[in-house]
C-alpha cells in the first residue's frame, strides 16, 4: 500500500499563489510533469493486462476460422460418401476386434499348455479343430472386406476430384484477383454434381443388404457351433465370445436402416464442427481418407500424466513442506529451502534429456525386475510412457508444491500452535489436526497452482511421452499408465512447424493452444478463489 | 509413533533432494568430459582453447582407415580425405575408399548456440526490466488500492499461469506472422519479455515496498516531488532487490523453449548473429539456442556412444549457465536480506 500522504504529494507540483515562485512548467498534452511519469508508470502497469487481452486476440484470430474449415470438411465428408463407408467400416472393424478375441483366448490356451509341459507340436495338434474354427469364422467378413475396399476408392475418387476442383477455383479466383484474365480462362471449373456422383456408392445399397444378409447367416451358423478348447477353464470365454456376437449381430438391422436413411446432402451444423472437436476420440492428421481433429486423445493423454505427477508430487512436496517448517531445525532449513529452489531451477529441456538418456531405461529396467511382478503394469517394453514423463514432471511440480504449501503453514497463525500445546497436544497431533487443517486451503491451491505447471509443461512430455496419439486401453485397468501417450503441449510443439500456414491443421493447433490457456486461467482462478474463500482470519 | 511419522516427513523431503541432485549430478558426471576433454593447445594467446565452446556444430564421422578406428568433424574429415587421395596418387596408387558413417551434429562444439542464448536473455531481460519495474513502481508507489489495481493484479496474477507454450503460439502468432518479423531475435525477445512479465513484476514490488515509508516521507517533506523522492530515494536502496530478484527470472528465459521453438530458434545457422549485412539485419535473424539445441540433439539424432558427448556436453553446459544463474540469485538474495535491516 502506497502512504496515505499520496494525495497531499500530489498537490506540491501546483504551488499556491503565495510563494509566487513562477516558472513556466513543461507540459505534456496538458500534464505536468510529474502527472507525466504517472501516466507512463500507469501505462506500464497495465501492460500485463494488455498481454493478456493480445494473447487472447491472437489465438482466437488464428483459430477461430477452425471450426469454419473443420465444417467444410466434415460437409466434403459427408457429400463424398466417406461416411457411409465408414457406417460399412466399422462393421468390418468390430469383427476384426472379434476375430482378436479369438486369437486371445488361443495365445491363453497356449500359455497354459505350456504350462502344463505340453510341447509346442502337440499344442498345436490340440488347437487345430480350434485354429480350423477360427479361420472359417475370419473369412465370413472377406465379401463386406470387399465391399468396402470397392467403395473406398469410389469416395476417395469422388473426393479427390473435388478437392482439386476447388484448388481450381482458388486459382482462377486468384488470377482474376490479379487481372490474368486469359490464364484464368484456361482454368476450366468442373463443377461435382454430388447426387449424381453419389450413386456410384448408395446405388451398391442392394449389393450391401445381400452381402449382409448372408453374412449374418454365416455368423449365426458359425456361433451355433462352438469347438470345445483342449483348456476346460477358457471355455466359458468362448461362451462370451458367443455372446459378444450376439450384440454383434443385434446391431446389424440398425446399420442397415442408417445406411438406408443416409442422405449425402444432410446440413453439416456449426455444433457438428465443435463436437467433432470437443469429443472427437481421434487425432488424424495428414491422412489420405479423412483427417480427424478430436482434442479427446491428448487432453486424455495431459489428464494422465499430472495425475501421474500430482501422485508423487503432491506426498512428496506437502511432506517435505511439513517436514521443513515444522519439524526441521534451523540448519536444516537453511540447508533445504534453497536446495530445492535449486532444483525448480533446472530446465525442463534437460529433464526431458535426463528422461531420454537414462530415466526412461532405468524405470524399465525397473519394471522388468523379478521382485516387483506385482506392481500392475510391469513389466513393459515401452521406454517412453506416461510414466516416464509423469516421474520427471513430478519434479517440476515439487518445488512449485513445496514453496506455496510452505508458505501456507507458515502463514498459521502462532497462536494456534501454541494452543494446541498448551491444551497438552503433542508435536504430532498439533501438525496433524491444528496446522495442516488450517493451512489447507493454501495447501490446496499449491497443488492446483501445481497441476498448471504440470499441465503446461511442453519439453518434458514432448520429449519422454512416448508420442503416440491414441486414447490409453483402459480395459487393462491401471495398467494403462505405462502406455505410451500424447499431450495438448506436445503436438503444438511436434506439429506447429511443419504445417501449412492458413491451414485447417495449423488452426487446431491454435485452438488447441486456447484449450490449454483457459484450462490454465481456470487453474489460477480456481486457486485463488479457494484461498480467498477459505483464508483463517488472524485475532 | 511420533517419530516414525517425523522420518517419514523426512524422507520425503530427502527423496525430492536425491532425486533432483543425481539428475543434476549424472549430467555433470557425464557432460564435464565432453567439456573439459575438448581442450587444446594453440601456438598464440592465451595458448590454449576448448573447442567444444569456441566451435559451430558438425557432422562426425567415423570410419576405418588403414586398419583403424577415425573419429573426425566434417572440415577436418575433408581435409584428411583429400590428403590421403593426394599422397596415394602421387604415390600411382588407387585413391583410398572412404566408408564412413555420419552423425549430424555430433562433432565441433556449441558456439553459436551460447552466442544466441546470451542474445535472447540479454535483450529479452532489458525489455522485461523496463516494462516490470516502471510497472512496478505504479502499483507500489502510485496506485492507490481500487478496481483498478486490483485488476492489474489479477492480469499478473493470471499471466503468470499461462503455459510457455501457449506464449510460443501467441509470439509467432503476433509476431512472427501479424507483423511479419518471421522467425527473429526480436520476436524472441518480446515472448520472452512478456513470459518473465509477472516475475519481474512481482519480484520488483517486493524490493520496492521493503524501502521503509520514512524514506519517502522524509523526502516529501523537504519539498521533492513525487518523482524526485521515488528517483532519489527509493529506487537506488530498491535496486539491488530488483537485480538479484530479477536474475531468476533470467533463469526462466534462459530455460525456457517452448517460446523460441516458433519465434527465434534455428536447428542450424552458419552465420553468427554479428555477421550481418547491415544493422537492422542484426534484430531480424534467427539464432541458434542452447535449450532448442538440445531438443534437436536428444529427439532428432539417435542415441549411441558418438552422439550421447555432444548431448551430454550440452545439457551440462546449459545446465552450468542456469545453476549459476540460479545460485547467484538465491545467494545475493540472502546476503541482501542480512544488509539491508531498517
Redesign the interface.
Same mark, same amino acid.
Given at each position: 500500500m502506497p502512504p496515505d500522504h499520496t494525495a497531499a504529494a500530489d498537490n506540491t507540483g501546483t504551488p499556491s499563489p503565495i510563494f509566487a515562485i513562477q516558472k513556466a512548467r513543461t507540459r505534456f498534452f496538458g500534464l505536468t510533469f510529474d502527472e507525466t511519469i504517472r501516466v507512463f508508470f500507469g501505462g506500464n502497469a497495465f501492460v500485463a493486462v494488455i498481454v493478456l487481452a493480445l494473447i487472447t486476440f491472437f489465438l482466437f484470430r488464428e483459430g477461430s476460422q477452425f471450426f469454419g474449415q473443420n465444417r467444410d470438411s466434415l460437409r466434403t465428408y459427408r457429400l463424398a460418401g466417406l461416411e457411409y463407408v465408414d457406417i460399412i467400416r466399422q462393421q468390418e472393424e468390430d469383427h476384426t476386434a472379434l476375430t482378436r478375441y479369438l486369437f486371445d483366448i488361443r495365445l491363453k490356451a497356449v500359455v497354459k499348455l505350456t504350462e502344463e509341459g505340453v510341447d509346442a507340436a502337440e499344442a498345436k495338434r490340440r488347437l487345430a479343430k480350434f485354429d480350423d474354427y477360427a479361420e472359417r469364422y475370419g473369412d465370413t467378413i472377406v465379401p463386406v472386406r470387399g465391399l468396402v475396399s470397392e467403395l473406398t476408392e469410389v469416395a476417395t475418387d469422388i473426393k479427390t476430384r473435388y478437392n482439386e476442383n476447388e484448388d481450381y477455383k482458388v486459382a482462377r479466383q486468384q488470377f482474376l484477383a490479379s487481372g490474368m484474365k486469359a490464364e484464368a480462362e484456361a482454368i476450366v471449373v468442373k463443377n461435382l454434381d454430388f447426387s449424381r456422383e453419389i450413386l456410384a456408392i448408395t446405388g451398391t445399397f442392394p449389393a450391401y443388404e445381400q452381402i449382409n444378409t448372408e453374412y449374418a447367416e454365416a455368423l449365426k451358423a458359425a456361433i451355433a457351433e462352438l469347438p470345445v478348447l483342449p483348456v476346460p477353464e477358457l471355455q466359458p470365454r468362448l461362451e462370451r465370445f458367443r455372446e459378444l456376437n450376439r450384440e454383434y449381430l443385434a446391431t446389424f438391422p440398425t446399420r442397415t436402416e442408417l445406411l438406408k436413411n443416409w442422405n449425402n446432402n444432410a446440413p453439416v451444423g456449426w455444433s457438428e464442427s465443435f463436437t467433432q472437436f470437443i469429443f472427437g476420440t481421434r487425432w488424424l492428421t495428414a491422412s489420405f481418407w479423412q483427417d480427424w481433429y478430436g482434442i479427446i486423445p491428448l487432453f486424455v493423454g495431459s489428464l494422465m500424466i499430472s495425475a501421474i505427477a500430482l501422485f508423487i508430487a503432491v506426498p512428496l512436496g506437502v511432506g517435505a513442506a511439513i517436514y521443513v517448517n515444522q519439524i526441521a531445525t534451523p540448519q536444516e532449513q537453511k540447508l533445504i529451502k534453497p536446495a530445492i529452489e535449486f532444483i525448480s531451477a533446472i530446465p525442463s529441456v534437460v529433464l526431458g534429456f535426463f528422461g531420454i538418456a537414462v530415466l526412461g531405461q532405468a524405470l524399465r529396467a525397473l519394471s522388468q525386475w523379478e521382485a516387483l511382478s506385482w506392481v500392475p503394469g510391469f513389466p513393459y517394453s515401452e521406454r517412453l510412457n506416461a510414466l516416464t514423463a509423469g516421474c520427471l514432471l513430478a519434479l517440476i511440480a515439487v518445488p512449485t508444491i513445496f514453496t506455496l504449501a510452505e508458505d501456507a503453514i507458515n502463514n498459521v497463525p502462532r497462536a494456534f500452535k501454541e494452543a494446541s500445546f498448551a491444551l497438552g497436544a503433542s508435536r504430532m497431533q498439533t501438525i496433524v489436526r491444528i496446522i495442516v487443517p488450517a493451512a489447507l486451503s493454501g495447501i490446496v491451491s499449491a497443488v492446483l497452482l501445481g497441476l498448471g505447471r504440470v499441465m503446461g509443461e511442453t519439453m518434458v512430455v514432448l520429449l519422454c511421452a512416448g508420442n503416440r496419439i491414441a486414447i490409453p486401453d483402459f480395459t487393462a485397468g491401471i495398467t494403462a499408465f505405462v502406455q505410451p501417450v500424447h499431450t495438448m503441449t506436445g503436438i503444438i510443439a511436434q506439429e506447429m512447424g511443419e504445417v501449412v500456414r492458413g491451414g485447417i491443421h495449423y488452426r487446431a493447433l491454435f485452438v488447441v493452444g486456447l484449450v490449454l490457456f483457459f484450462i490454465a486461467l481456470l487453474l489460477n482462478f480456481l486457486a485463488q478463489k479457494i484461498v480467498r474463500k477459505y483464508r483463517i482470519s488472524i485475532g | 509413533?511420533?517419530k516414525s511419522?517425523?522420518w517419514?516427513?523426512?524422507l520425503?523431503?530427502y527423496?525430492?533432494?536425491i532425486? #533432483?541432485?543425481s539428475?543434476?549430478g549424472?549430467?555433470v558426471v557425464k557432460g564435464s568430459a565432453t567439456v573439459f576433454g575438448a581442450f587444446k593447445t594453440t601456438s598464440t594467446f592465451p595458448y590454449f582453447t576448448n573447442t567444444f565452446l569456441t566451435e559451430a556444430p558438425e557432422s562426425l564421422y567415423v570410419f576405418e582407415h588403414k586398419g583403424e578406428k577415425r573419429e573426425m568433424g566434417d572440415r577436418e574429415y575433408r581435409a584428411f580425405r583429400e590428403k590421403e587421395t593426394a599422397a596415394a596418387l602421387a604415390a600411382g596408387q588407387p585413391a583410398p575408399q572412404f566408408k564412413a558413417d555420419s552423425y549430424v551434429y555430433s562433432a565441433g562444439g556449441i558456439w553459436p548456440c551460447i552466442v544466441g542464448t546470451v542474445l535472447l536473455v540479454v535483450g529479452s531481460m532489458t525489455i522485461a526490466l523496463l516494462?516490470g519495474v516502471?510497472?512496478a513502481?505504479?502499483?507500489?508507489?502510485?496506485?492507490?488500492?481500487g478496481a483498478f489495481v486490483r485488476?492489474?493484479r489479477l492480469?499478473?496474477? @493470471?499471466?503468470? /499461469?499461462? +503455459?510457455?507454450?501457449?506464449? /510460443?503460439?501467441?509470439g509467432? /502468432?503476433?509476431f512472427v506472422?501479424?507483423f511479419d518479423w518471421n522467425v527473429s531475435l526480436l520476436a524472441g525477445w518480446f515472448t520472452l519479455a512478456?513470459m518473465v512479465? +509477472?516475475v519481474v513484476?512481482t519480484a520488483s514490488e517486493e524490493a520496492l515496498k521493503a524501502v521503509p515509508?520514512g524514506f519517502?516521507?522524509g523526502s516529501?517533506a523537504l #519539498?521533492?516531488?513525487?518523482?524526485q523522492?521515488i528517483r532519489s530515494n527509493v529506487l537506488p536502496y530498491a535496486l539491488p532487490g530488483i537485480l538479484t530478484s530479477s536474475i531468476?527470472g533470467i533463469?526462466r528465459v534462459? #530455460?525456457?523453449?517452448?517460446p523460441i521453438?516458433?519465434t527465434a530458434a534455428y536447428v542450424v545457422r552458419d552465420k553468427l548473429p554479428w555477421d550481418v549485412e547491415k544493422i537492422s539485419d542484426f534484430f531480424f535473424q534467427g539464432v541458434m539456442a542452447l +535449450?532448442y539445441h538440445?531438443?534437436v540433439v536428444?529427439?532428432k539424432i539417435p542415441?549411441n556412444e558418438y552422439t550421447?558427448r555432444v548431448?551430454?556436453g550440452t545439457?551440462f553446459v546449459?545446465?552450468g549457465i542456469?545453476?549459476l544463474?540460479?545460485?547467484s540469485s538465491?545467494v545475493l538474495r @540472502?546476503k541482501l536480506r542480512g544488509r539491508y535491516k531498517w
Open positions: - | 509413533m511420533e511419522t517425523f517419514v516427513f523426512r520425503a523431503t527423496l525430492i533432494l532425486a #533432483g541432485f539428475v543434476f549424472d549430467i516494462l516502471s510497472s513502481i505504479f502499483l507500489s508507489e502510485y496506485a492507490r488500492d485488476f492489474v492480469a499478473i496474477l @493470471n499471466l503468470a /499461469g499461462v +503455459p510457455s507454450i501457449v506464449f /510460443g503460439l501467441f509467432f /502468432g503476433m506472422i501479424y512478456f512479465l +509477472p513484476i515509508k519517502r516521507e516529501l #519539498g521533492a516531488t513525487k518523482w523522492t531468476l533463469a534462459a #530455460g525456457e523453449t517452448a521453438m516458433f +535449450p538440445i531438443y536428444s529427439s542415441q550421447a548431448q551430454y545439457a546449459f545446465l542456469v545453476a544463474i540460479a545460485a538465491i @540472502n
